[in-house]
């Protein structure tokens, strides 16, 4: 309406100025001279008269552009703009407002404050006093309560308002924003939770993709003895044992492009220098395109759990009083020497050895130097063996000699031989008792005298008690 009276008014002066020209031209010089003074008046008028014209034109549109603006950010963004008329208390809301909300703006209460339903009591006092405050205090206020929707939805909101007065100080009304927050607010918890996890008592450290470390918790610091800035900005090489080969790296890194995770057994070094056994999980991280950005490695000391381990296999395999393998773990020596036997056709021999005159020496002296004695018997054997061969306890005082890669038969006798000279050597026992002892063995050889376990097995020991009849303190070799 403004902009078409504007437009009229300018019109008419131009045809007035007109009009006055064409009287001019009509009724004389005289008149002309008064007529060209308020024509020049006139002129400048409808020069000015213009200029505010487009002015005001130019305002408008700026106006209605920022309107605009404001309107489609505060709609992209999702905030709701409200204002609150303390005279009338009456809440005014943008269609925002009513969306976040999840309110009808047709069907809610003349004062539009149907929303407050939606708050838990404790909400409620708090947006209250919070807006008593700011009315009395006149700051703003930033509070985040939540909502309860028709719908059955739970959100987070939050609400900021700042408080207008009119000319003459006198607070007339609130105005303010609010914004849904519930995807932040879980984003938050979700850290604080990673937060929490991350500072925990196992040892972790994220790399980029270009394995840099970025950061290390304390659990690792306590671990490896890096400070925090002495890991940070180097490669995880850094703590690397040097017992892996390359081969066992380009495993890992093959397992990590496909699989996006590897874990496993590695050795680690300390900053001390220190090597332990540590069980190693990688997990990478990867973007919405599913590139990889990260990489997120666990480390947990293994020390322990491989001794228990060590110890459990010791006790499964070996014989507790004198460290030699148990009957379970000479089993499966004797079933990959045959194999291999076989394979290569080549002789093993198989000794039982048993010992004379122990029990009386047990009774006389007691378990305790009885035992000492049959330590001392296993430290004989393996020193009258290669390496490669096996002695092992079977019985209280029996043994079994497992004899690998003969390449003659003979060679098994002569062992025997050196045995039995070994034996008969005197022990000294604790408290300076010297005693001494014989042995009776019996020996088989393959592939003459069984080509079974069981068969080797039988006919040494059918040998050994042959040897104890005919008067013990002797070998003998299996005869069919």
Known sequence: MKVFLLRWRYWLLWVTAWAMLVGAWVWGKSWLQEASSQLLAIVLLMGLSGFALANFQSHRADRVIAAKRLKLATEASGVGIWEFDLI??????????????????????????????????????????????????????????????????????????????????????????????????????????????????????????????????????????????????????????????????????????????????????????????CWLSITAVCDDNGAVTNYVATHTDITLRKAAEDEVKRLAFYDPLTNLPNRRLLADRLQHALAKARRDSTHLAMLFVDLDKFKPINDRHGHAAGDVLLQAVSLRLRACVRESDTVARVGGDEFVVLLNTLAVPEHAVAVAAKIHAALRRSFMLPGGVEVTISSSTGVAIYPEHGRTEAELSQHADMAMYSAKAAGRDQFLVFEP
């Open 88 to 277: 009338t208390k009456r809440y005014y809301w943008d269609p925002a407002m009513f969306a976040l909300f999840g309110l009808d703006p047709q069907a809610v209460g003349a004062r539009n404050d149907d929303w407050q339903k939606l708050l838990s009591n404790a909400d409620l006092k708090h947006m209250r006093a919070a807006t008593r405050a700011t009315i009395k205090n006149d700051q703003p206020f930033d509070i985040t309560f939540q909502v309860q929707r028709k719908d059955g939805t739970v959100r987070a909101m939050r609400n900021r308002a700042a408080l207008y007065a009119d000319d003459h100080g006198e607070p007339r009304r609130l105005i303010g924003t609010t914004e849904d927050v519930t995807l932040r607010k879980q984003q938050e918890a979700e850290l604080r939770v990673a937060a929490t996890a991350f500072e925990s008592h196992e040892s972790m450290m994220v790399t980029n993709a270009r394995f840099d470390i970025l950061r290390v918790n304390q659990a690792f610091c306590t671990l490896f003895g890096y400070a925090s800035d002495e890991a940070v900005g180097h490669n995880p090489r850094l703590l690397k044992s040097g017992r892996q080969n390359r081969e066992f790296y380009d495993v890992m890194w093959a397992e990590l492009q496909t699989r996006r995770a590897w874990h496993g057994e590695i050795w680690n070094c300390k900053k001390s220098g220190e090597e332990f056994p």
